[in-house]
């Protein structure tokens, strides 16, 4: 593989790692994850969320961080490279309709989407949709466009049925940002927030404007926090209980891009903090991996190899597919 598919490969692998490290944690608190995992999340591991999902996957298993990663590949190559939104519409309800797993997975608001589309309705609700789903997706985004212009555009096609609340649409703009840069080397975790504020101020008027929390003063908050708490412990608390590890993108980019800062974007460390961190943590999880993915780390040969036994799923397959149309 050239140097860029390599770090396609290990953005695409990052999207994967981080989301199946995160699944058996989802919407737990850090106390309940403490009981049960008083070592905190070492290793892949089945559901043990019995509380708030009824889902019984097994180690490895991954969720529709990964699933809708792909489907918007899959559309994105559907429409010969160029982003449309109804082409990833389509995608999508076939696999709501078709994947026995969709129910368990989805979110609200593309949920939502799904519905008024399979009726041919506006989906009046995207409007004022602030959740994760607009980010968790938006990885390949970054490895196939670059420019500030470019990215945003094809941020608000891609996402416009689900979610198209400035702030959702600004913080899916800045996780592509990122990843655009940092496959094609320009810049290094040193750069992030230099590149985060300049995408962040450059998409801030597209949308609906919905009130919401500053992603930069909540990411110079964490940066106060990486000053102040050096126990892991300590760095944990803080983040959940300050910045916050919810459903909410204005929670998510801020804690997921601290989170990467603590662990010098080492993804292994990043994904096990993310899935001990409590709340939306495969989403967290797997943007935060995606992102140290695209810096150049990865996780192992075996991981990856289970991680693709365990889901039928080849990212080989989806590097070749963003390839061909570089």
Not at 84 to 112: H, N
Not at 129 to 136: E, L
Not at 241 to 268: N, W
């Given at each position: 593989?050239?140097?860029?598919?390599?770090?396609?490969y290990s953005t695409l692998a990052g999207v994967?790692?981080?989301?199946?490290?995160?699944?058996?944690?989802?919407?737990?608190?850090?106390?309940?994850?403490?009981?049960?995992?008083?070592?905190?999340?070492?290793?892949?591991?089945?559901?043990?969320?019995?509380?708030?999902?009824?889902?019984?996957?097994?180690?490895?298993?991954?969720?529709?961080?990964?699933?809708?990663?792909?489907?918007?590949?899959?559309?994105?190559?559907?429409?010969?490279?160029?982003?449309?939104?109804?082409?990833?519409?389509?995608?999508?309800?076939?696999?709501?309709?078709?994947?026995?797993?969709?129910?368990?997975?989805?979110?609200?608001?593309?949920?939502?989407?799904?519905?008024?589309?399979?009726?041919?309705?506006?989906?009046?609700?995207?409007?004022?949709?602030?959740?994760?789903?607009?980010?968790?997706?938006?990885?390949?985004?970054?490895?196939?466009?670059?420019?500030?212009?470019?990215?945003?555009?094809?941020?608000?096609?891609?996402?416009?049925?689900?979610?198209?609340?400035?702030?959702?649409?600004?913080?899916?703009?800045?996780?592509?940002?990122?990843?655009?840069?940092?496959?094609?080397?320009?810049?290094?975790?040193?750069?992030?927030?230099?590149?985060?504020?300049?995408?962040?101020?450059?998409?801030?008027?597209?949308?609906?404007?919905?009130?919401?929390?500053?992603?930069?003063?909540?990411?110079?908050?964490?940066?106060?926090?990486?000053?102040?708490?050096?126990?892991?412990?300590?760095?944990?608390?803080?983040?959940?209980?300050?910045?916050?590890?919810?459903?909410?993108?204005?929670?998510?980019?801020?804690?997921?891009?601290?989170?990467?800062?603590?662990?010098?974007?080492?993804?292994?460390?990043?994904?096990?903090?993310?899935?001990?961190?409590?709340?939306?943590?495969?989403?967290?999880?797997?943007?935060?991996?995606?992102?140290?993915?695209?810096?150049?780390?990865?996780?192992?040969?075996?991981?990856?190899?289970?991680?693709?036994?365990?889901?039928?799923?080849?990212?080989?397959?989806?590097?070749?597919?963003?390839?061909?149309?570089?």
């Amino acid at each position: 593989m050239s140097g860029m598919e390599r770090r396609i490969y290990s953005t695409l692998a990052g999207v994967m790692y981080g989301d199946a490290y995160g699944m058996p944690t989802e919407g737990m608190s850090p106390g309940q994850i403490q009981t049960i995992c008083p070592d905190g999340i070492q290793r892949f591991l089945p559901s043990i969320n019995d509380k708030i999902s009824t889902r019984r996957y097994e180690a490895g298993s991954v969720t529709d961080d990964t699933l809708h990663t792909l489907l918007l590949i899959d559309a994105i190559c559907a429409s010969g490279g160029k982003p449309d939104g109804e082409q990833y519409m389509q995608y999508l309800s076939r696999w709501y309709q078709e994947d026995p797993r969709a129910d368990e997975v989805i979110g609200p608001s593309t949920l939502s989407a799904i519905r008024a589309f399979e009726k041919g309705k506006k989906n009046v609700s995207a409007d004022y949709a602030v959740t994760n789903g607009c980010m968790m997706k938006i990885a390949p985004v970054g490895l196939l466009y670059e420019g500030k212009q470019t990215i945003l555009n094809a941020v608000t096609e891609l996402c416009r049925y689900t979610h198209n609340a400035n702030v959702a649409l600004s913080s899916a703009a800045v996780v592509a940002y990122l990843i655009s840069s940092f496959t094609r080397e320009r810049g290094g975790l040193k750069d992030m927030d230099n590149l985060i504020f300049e995408m962040e101020e450059y998409s801030r008027g597209t949308g609906f404007d919905m009130p919401s929390a500053s992603i930069v003063r909540r990411v110079e908050l964490g940066n106060e926090i990486l000053k102040q708490k050096e126990e892991p412990a300590d760095f944990m608390r803080e983040v959940y209980e300050l910045i916050g590890t919810g459903i909410y993108c204005t929670e998510t980019l801020p804690a997921a891009v601290t989170i990467i800062k603590y662990c010098q974007a080492d993804i292994r460390k990043t994904a096990q903090m993310c899935a001990g961190m409590g709340g939306d943590t495969d989403t967290i999880a797997s943007i935060a991996c995606a992102i140290c993915g695209a810096l150049g780390s990865c996780p192992s040969d075996e991981e990856i190899l289970f991680m693709e036994n365990q889901n039928a799923l080849s990212i080989r397959e989806y590097v070749q597919k963003i390839a061909a149309l570089l």
